[in-house]
């Protein structure tokens, strides 16, 4: 059986985004000096964020590796596999985190939605993660997304993606 693509061949993902409080670009090489600072500057709110068993970002984490990582993103970008954002102040002075965007391991779910912002700016955080979820909703082709470890606990996320095996 043939597997739906992500995204629609009419869809164009947007390259931003911008709201009153942020401002979303491709996360690509060219912000890769202030994704990784505001990477490092997060380490331990950073743990675990794409689940409990994933070791992103790692505390000795290179200028280099984070580099090569951001090309992985903008390739799966521009492929249409993925789409990754990186989320700055609405002046563009400061990254403040992430947003990403990729296919649902559960058919239960058109995508999986990953976010973080920075420590110094976790007052956000909340109002991040509705931006997004009106972004989804407005501007994105998806009917229900999931947010696993925000609106499903890490636990019932695995049960999504168990069931949807033993199917």
């Avoid at 409080?21 to 505001?38: G, I, K, Q, T």
């Amino acid at each position: 059986m043939a597997k739906c693509p992500f995204i629609p061949d009419s869809f164009d993902p947007p390259v931003r985004f911008e709201t009153r409080h942020f401002y979303f670009r491709v996360l690509d090489s060219s912000v890769a000096a202030p994704d990784y600072e505001a990477v490092m500057s997060s380490l331990s709110r950073l743990k675990g964020i794409f689940g409990p068993d994933f070791d992103w970002p790692k505390p000795d984490m290179t200028f280099n590796e984070s580099l090569q990582s951001l090309k992985v993103h903008e390739r799966e970008f521009e492929l249409r596999q993925a789409f990754a954002y990186s989320v700055f102040d609405p002046m563009l002075s400061k990254c403040l985190g992430s947003v990403y965007i990729d296919p649902s391991r559960s058919p239960h779910y058109d995508c999986e939605v990953y976010l973080w912002i920075r420590t110094d700016s976790q007052t956000q955080d909340e109002l991040l993660f509705n931006t997004v979820q009106n972004w989804l909703k407005t501007c994105w082709p998806f009917d229900k997304a999931a947010f696993p470890g925000r609106t499903l606990s890490w636990e019932e996320w695995q049960q999504a993606l168990i069931g949807s095996r033993a199917g």
